[in-house]
């Protein structure tokens, strides 16, 4: 069996300016009206932008009607980062068959999301989500690490810290997650943003604070501290052999941040 994942062509619609470093863009047309959403509220997609043959990873931050929405952070320099930052109306894009990652256990009473610029359209996506369907917003707890002002961007009611990040292009979430006084009883934390950040995140929640790795899941979203990331390593093949092994997610994604080392 193949293990190349389906591949979608679309035309961006839109391009709206959502903050100083975001972007929304619009993707629709013919080419994907096969599209189906996971229904995982972090599900994200590649995205190769024309004249790329690389793929970089975006969530789905809404999929309705045959319009696929991703918001798109503009920082200094990168293949899709330099694209979106022009006027991109009209341009065709392939995307990747959508994946996901959240897991809340059954009986989870809280959550906690974390996340820097990147992870915004997750954690909106997931407070929304799991508010609507299990929790009330004051179940959930966003830490938000964005340089932009971005309070209408998650639901209503939602209890969010927000932070600055200590430079451009830098993070400090690690501390962030560090000071946080825990909530009692059953629950799940989900975190993503720059690679060591959660690397150091993952090792704070295993041993201080001792949890079981299907109480939460920590990803590196990207790298920092390089300069052009030669290419980008697909999640989708790793998370699916990583699933095919009996992994959890959060042993995936421990070995998706070595893959993207190495
Ligand atoms: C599952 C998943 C979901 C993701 N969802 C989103 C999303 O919804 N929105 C989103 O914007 N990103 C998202 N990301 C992160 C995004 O894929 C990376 O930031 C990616 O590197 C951006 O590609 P690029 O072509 O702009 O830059 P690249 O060519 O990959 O990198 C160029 C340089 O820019 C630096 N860099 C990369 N990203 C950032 C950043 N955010 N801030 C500062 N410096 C950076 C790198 O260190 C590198 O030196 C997600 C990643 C994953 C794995």
Do not use: C
């Amino acid at each position: 069996m193949s293990t190349r994942a389906r591949q979608y062509d679309a035309t961006v619609l839109r391009r709206e300016q959502v903050s100083d470093h975001l972007v929304r863009l619009t993707l629709g047309g013919a080419g994907l009206a096969d599209f189906t959403s996971t229904g995982i509220p972090d599900e994200w997609v590649g995205l190769v932008v024309p004249g790329q043959f690389q793929s970089r990873y975006y969530t789905v931050r809404s999929w309705s009607g045959g319009e696929l929405v991703l918001d798109v952070v503009v920082h200094e320099v990168g293949l899709v980062t330099e694209w979106a930052a022009r006027d991109v109306v009209g341009e065709q894009v392939t995307i990747t068959e959508p994946r996901g990652s959240f897991a809340m256990p059954a009986g989870a009473q809280w959550l906690l999301l974390v996340g820097d610029l990147t992870a915004m359209p997750a954690m909106a996506r997931i407070a929304r989500e799991v508010g609507l369907d299990r929790l009330d917003q004051r179940s959930i707890q966003i830490w938000a690490e964005v340089p932009d002002d971005l309070t209408d961007y998650l639901p209503e009611g939602a209890d969010v810290t927000w932070l600055v990040p200590p430079a451009e292009g830098a993070s400090d979430l690690a501390a962030a997650v560090e000071a946080i006084d825990w909530p009692a009883g059953e629950g799940y934390f989900w975190m993503a943003g720059e690679s060591a950040q959660m690397r150091a995140i993952r090792k704070h929640l295993m041993r201080d604070r001792k949890l079981p790795s299907t109480a939460y899941d920590v990803m590196g979203y990207w790298r920092g501290g390089a300069t052009r990331q030669p290419r980008a390593v697909d999640p989708g093949p790793i998370y699916r052999a990583g699933k095919a092994a009996g992994k959890t997610d959060d042993q995936i994604w421990a070995d998706y941040d070595r893959a993207n080392e190495s």
